[in-house]
Every structure is written in C-alpha cells, then in structure tokens.
T-cell receptor, first 115, second 119 residues
Framework: KAGVTQTPRYLIKTRGQQVTLSCSPI?????VSWYQQTPGQGLQFLFE???????NKGNFPGRFSGRQFSNSRSEMNVSTLELGDSALYLC??????????????FGPGTRLTVT | AQTVTQSQPEMSVQEAETVTLSCTYD???????LFWYKQPPSRQMILVIR??????QNATENRFSVNFQKAAKSFSLKISDSQLGDTAMYFC????????????????FGTGTLLAVQP
C-alpha cells in the first residue's frame, strides 16, 4: 500500500505570495491532519479534515486554510506569506474516526522557505 | 489544555546498550492515547509505539517498550539493544480520545529528544 504523499517536496516563495500544498492520504484513509514543524515552535497542529469537513483547527491565523476533496486528498493554503511561515509542513492520514487507536501515518513533508 | 514535556533535548547511547527517554504530560482527561514517534534525518515521522490510557499493561514493540505511570502522568520510552538506525529525533505525543465518538486526530507533541547512537 502506498504511503502518504505530499507535493511539492520543496518550495521557495516570496513574502506576500500565497502557496498551496497538497497531501494524498493512504488509500482508504478518510482523515487528513496538517502540522507545522519549526525549530522554534516545534510541531504544531494546524487542522484536521474528515469527509470533506474540518473537524478541528489549531491556533493559527486565518491566513492558513485547508480543504479536503471527495477522494480524501487535502490541500492547505497559506495566503500573504510571512517569513515566519518558513517551516516543514507535515500531513498525516488516519482511518479515523473508526480506526483504533487513531494511528496516524505521516508523509515526508513539504519544506517551505519564504524569502 | 494538554501539554507534553520532554526534558531531555539530546541523549547519546552506545550501540547495543539500553536508553530511556522521558516524557511527562498534563491533562484533566481520563481517556486518551500516548505515542512515541521517531523522525530520522530523512524527516519521515514514524510511529514507534502507542499506549491506551485505559490499559494498565505497558506497551511493547520488539526492542521498544514504555513505562506508563498514569498517576504520575509519565510515559517513558526504553530502547533496548540500541542500533545505529535508532539515531533520530523522538517525539512524545498525546491525543485526547474524546467522548462518544467525538474524538479527533489532533496530536499534541513534546519538543523532542535527539538520540544519537554511537558505534
């Protein structure tokens, strides 16, 4: 079974631009979560989608948004990029809510650099 | 709000020896899950072991085992017979199991412990 895939793997953007990151979950997984990883703040939860609905959202500004499609693929968007948005963005998929015990499988991440 | 604390930023162990990574957490919830994730230099996060809070028996996965002390809110990871491939950042994580199907997959991570296995 193929793992979680994220595209692109690396991205360089300029302040003020917007960016869209994509995540394809493991086949059969219906939950997708997004995390931001930075040296200063560590791993922080962004949001979770299940069946095209946002189930939970972390403490991030409205510039961060996401969506999930009917095939469970998810995208996250960051508008008006700031230097502090430079991070590794990780996507994780899960069978949830019926899966036990909600094991999540992570993708390789997208390294976003904002200049 | 739940918090996860890993007090050891870095640790080093000789190959074939045993090492224990510490993790404490704070929560008022009674039903939750705890995890240890490994993030090697290649960056892909991998689940090492998981523990359901309602289970008293400590989880074990081959060379990896945990010491789960619910009253003390402690969840340490023991790696036996350390191998060079165990070199990675290890994250302790908490997930609230929720009530009546209301659980989500939100993981709260600690700051991580960088483990170096020396030959």
């Amino acid at each position: 079974k193929a793992g979680v895939t994220q595209t692109p793997r690396y991205l360089i953007k300029t302040r003020g631009q917007q960016v869209t990151l994509s995540c394809s979950p493991i086949s059969g997984h219906r939950s997708v979560s997004w995390y931001q990883q930075t040296p200063g703040q560590g791993l922080q939860f962004l949001f979770e989608y299940f069946s095209e609905t946002q189930r939970n959202k972390g403490n991030f500004p409205g510039r961060f948004s996401g969506r999930q499609f009917s095939n469970s693929r998810s995208e996250m968007n960051v508008s008006t990029l700031e230097l502090g948005d430079s991070a590794l963005y990780l996507c994780a998929s899960s069978l949830a809510p019926s899966g036990l015990p909600y094991e999540q499988y992570f993708g390789p991440g997208t390294r976003l650099t904002v200049t | 709000a739940q918090t996860v604390t890993q007090s050891q930023p870095e640790m080093s162990v000789q190959e074939a020896e045993t090492v224990t990574l510490s993790c404490t957490y704070d929560t008022s919830e009674s039903n939750y899950y705890l995890f240890w994730y490994k993030q090697p230099p290649s960056r892909q996060m991998i689940l090492v072991i998981r523990q359901e809070a309602y289970k008293q028996q400590n989880a074990t996965e081959n060379r990896f085992s945990v010491n789960f002390q619910k009253a003390a809110k402690s969840f340490s990871l023991k790696i036996s017979d350390s191998q060079l491939g165990d070199t990675a950042m290890y994250f302790c994580a908490f997930m609230n199991a929720g009530d009546y199907g209301g659980a989500t997959n939100k993981l709260i991570f600690g700051t991580g412990t960088l483990l170096a296995v020396q030959p």
